[in-house]
DNA sequence: TCCCTGTATCTCAGTACTGTGATGCTTACC
DNA sequence: GGTAAGCATCACAGTACTGAGATACAGGGA
């Protein structure tokens, strides 16, 4: 993915225009950045005995309140499967519970136990903290800068559909 | 991670500061991005049965050469096992083969077989039409302003030792 | 020469999911 | 009022890794 090629083969990817080229680029350092910053948020949520799954959804339970299971997977992306997976897990732990709902009796709503909102209270701050001594490269208007460009990217990605299959 | 916070435990979160809350504003907005694109670059090279993981191997090989397979973990950022698995798995569909290093009997070399190059000259235009299309929300010029910014963002968060165990 | 420390790769059990398909409840349309 | 279609949830097999140790070699010093 180096686009300044080096190699006895880089005649053989001429076609390789400009847009590609900054495309390809931008890939692999949005990919190096997001694992960079992750490795700091998995450590930190990890001494607490949480993937980041985990604490994306007592986190979005704490500061949202209970949520329907479908409403959960839609915000931290998982499959429809990973949200059972993590709401067993964290109901096992006793961090959550589920909770039916009254006016659509399909649904479940999740929702933290007092234990569960007690953990959040305590270790948020701390979380907080990680990752903004994780992003200390960028200034504070640089992150907002950051963050308009990656909201344009993320959500024309999201809109795209996946190419088709072709073979 | 919503930041403007609506929710009756908002109170419980006073101590975050502005700094705070434009690092987890970024995390958040960062993860989905990536995991936007993500999705476009993994089914591309899906289509031909190759990983993300398994696709920067070859890619790698393909345009530096034969590599270490120390080399090719710290350029993909998979665990040591992980090299010595994906490796093992494009060396069962010969796409690739392992080589002794001359200087060092610890070593090996990974290299392109025929076939894997005759792959990779195949997909790669196509892919990099792929991740150009997916990162069409943005503009040339905005795509090398994110790539600038992101990478001193990654840079940081690679230098910074992950915090440590404090329970 | 013989350690001793460091590095490269491999092994393997364990993990955190994903994807497919099934099930049960509800709503909409005949 | 029956039946089909649509969601939300669940069960389970499969997957792509990770992490911790084991093994083999390297290189410098006593």
């Given at each position: 993915?180096?686009?300044?090629?080096?190699?006895?083969?880089?005649?053989?990817?001429?076609?390789?225009?400009?847009?590609?080229?900054?495309?390809?680029?931008?890939?692999?350092?949005?990919?190096?950045?997001?694992?960079?910053?992750?490795?700091?948020?998995?450590?930190?949520?990890?001494?607490?005995?949480?993937?980041?799954?985990?604490?994306?959804?007592?986190?979005?339970?704490?500061?949202?309140?209970?949520?329907?299971?479908?409403?959960?997977q839609r915000?931290?992306?998982?499959?429809?499967?990973?949200v059972?997976?993590?709401?067993?897990?964290?109901?096992?732990?006793?961090?959550?519970?589920?909770?039916?709902?009254?006016?659509?009796?399909?649904?479940?709503?999740?929702?933290?136990?007092?234990?569960?909102?007690?953990?959040?209270?305590?270790?948020?701050?701390?979380?907080?903290?990680?990752?903004?001594?994780?992003?200390?490269?960028?200034?504070?208007?640089?992150?907002?800068?950051?963050?308009?460009?990656?909201?344009?990217?993320?959500?024309?990605?999201?809109?795209?559909?996946?190419?088709?299959?072709?073979?």
């Amino acid at each position: 993915m180096t686009h300044t090629v080096r190699s006895p083969v880089a005649k053989k990817v001429p076609t390789l225009d400009a847009g590609e080229a900054s495309a390809l680029r931008l890939w692999v350092i949005l990919s190096r950045a997001h694992e960079a910053i992750a490795r700091h948020a998995e450590a930190d949520v990890a001494r607490h005995g949480l993937t980041i799954a985990e604490f994306g959804i007592v986190e979005a339970l704490y500061h949202v309140g209970p949520m329907l299971l479908g409403e959960l997977q839609r915000r931290i992306l998982v499959s429809s499967g990973g949200v059972t997976y993590l709401v067993d897990r964290l109901e096992e732990r006793g961090l959550v519970k589920r909770e039916p709902c009254p006016s659509d009796r399909r649904a479940r709503y999740a929702a933290l136990t007092t234990e569960g909102k007690k953990l959040v209270a305590r270790i948020f701050p701390d979380h907080a903290r990680v990752i903004e001594r994780a992003m200390s490269g960028l200034t504070r208007s640089d992150r907002e800068r950051a963050a308009t460009l990656l909201k344009s990217l993320g959500r024309a990605a999201e809109a795209l559909p996946l190419s088709s299959v072709k073979e």
